[in-house]
């Protein structure tokens, strides 16, 4: 992924400045803002958005500028007091920039780079997508949150808090001038998506009588649905790192082309037929299969447990021995937590899978 890569034409009231620093790190146990520099000395203000690149030479010995280039904007909080503190912290003309943030865009410690105060308006972005895990967000939320991201600046993986702990999200993508970029400036203009990673879907496949026809590859159309839709899905849903519960349900309607009146079926049977535009009788059949649960999925095991559960109750199969492995399968993952817990890493996220996991083996026995 290319950074961004604006050519700045400084605009009215813009006043174009370039600087070359020394680059340093600093942990955010130190200082929590992604960037500290002195003002007083470089001459930059709060607000202003700079963007950091090493400069390189050329095969034909011209400065160019290296990738991934990165924007940051200067703080707000580096007041006069500050200064006086950051003078002694970071010396003469020296840059310092948050280490992960650092890593990220492969920023060499210790060596030169060129700050550049660019004009905002130039690196804006178009599309702003944001995801957020197991937490709830409202319109009103997601309003407030745009309104706070306006006039600020992004890049890639950067989580953004707001009025924490209520809010907690992570920047995904980005989007400018028609082309994905690794950061960018929120403006008024930008659009901004929210994707939810725990959210609660129901898979529907119809056991139409197509599905048991070959496609021109000698493939039939149920093995593509059960061995490839299914499984791109979910190995897509695992690099993402979501943590969805699926619910995957069986459906199909027969038809009963020789019934001419209502009163031809029997009593118990006649509130689940219907009747279509055409006149014919039919009736709709579901078969809810497999429940698969966030951590389940992020574990990798998923697939082939949701393929053979899928194909036992389309061939007739007792269901027993599919979902014995399943229950297996799960209580391994909770003793692999259970390990984890006993070691100390007594984190939420993992006592919150965990009880999905155990809620997940009650609806399992219930089936």
């Excluded at 060129?114 to 944001?130: D, F, G, S, W, Y």
Aim: glycine content about 6%.
């Amino acid at each position: 992924m290319a950074a961004s890569t604006h050519k700045d034409q400084p605009g009215r009231g813009f006043v174009y400045k370039s600087l070359s620093m020394k680059l340093i790190f600093h942990q955010k146990s130190y200082k929590a803002e992604e960037v500290l520099l002195n003002l007083t000395e470089c001459g930059f203000a709060a607000g202003d958005v700079l963007e950091i690149y090493h400069k390189r030479m050329n095969s034909e010995g011209r400065a160019e500028r290296a990738y991934p280039r990165l924007l940051l904007q200067v703080p707000h909080t580096l007041g006069s007091e500050e200064n006086v503190t950051l003078k002694n912290f970071l010396g003469t003309n020296t840059i310092s920039v948050e280490q992960s943030v650092a890593l990220q865009f492969k920023l060499q410690q210790f060596e030169h780079v060129r700050v550049t105060r660019i004009n905002p308006e130039k690196v804006a972005l178009q599309l702003l997508e944001i995801t957020f895990k197991d937490q709830y967000l409202n319109r009103s939320d997601m309003w407030r949150l745009t309104k706070h991201l306006v006039r600020s600046v992004v890049y890639k993986n950067k989580t953004v808090e707001f009025c924490p702990p209520a809010i907690r999200c992570q920047v995904y993508e980005m989007w400018s001038q028609g082309s994905r970029v690794a950061c960018g400036y929120v403006s008024s203009d930008t659009k901004v998506v929210y994707r939810s990673s725990t959210s609660r879907f129901y898979l529907f496949i119809q056991m139409s009588s197509e599905m048991w026809e070959f496609d021109h590859f000698g493939d039939l159309y149920f093995e593509k649905a059960v061995s490839g839709f299914l499984t791109d899905l979910f190995d897509k849903w695992k690099r993402m790192n979501t943590n969805h519960d699926v619910t995957i349900v069986l459906f199909s309607r027969s038809f009963y082309p020789t019934a001419k009146s209502l009163d031809e079926f029997p009593v118990d049977m006649r509130a689940c037929v219907q009747v279509d535009p055409l006149g014919r009788f039919y009736q709709d059949f579901y078969r809810s299969v497999v429940l698969v649960s966030g951590l389940l999925q992020v574990r990798g095991t998923s697939n082939t447990c949701v393929g053979a559960c899928i194909r036992c109750v389309v061939q007739g199969f007792d269901l027993s021995g599919e979902m014995e492995r399943l229950v297996e399968a799960l209580r391994a993952q909770v003793s692999i937590l259970n390990t984890k817990l006993m070691e100390g890493l007594h984190e939420q996220d993992v006592l919150l899978r965990l009880d999905k996991v155990l809620g997940l083996l009650n609806k399992i026995k219930r089936l």
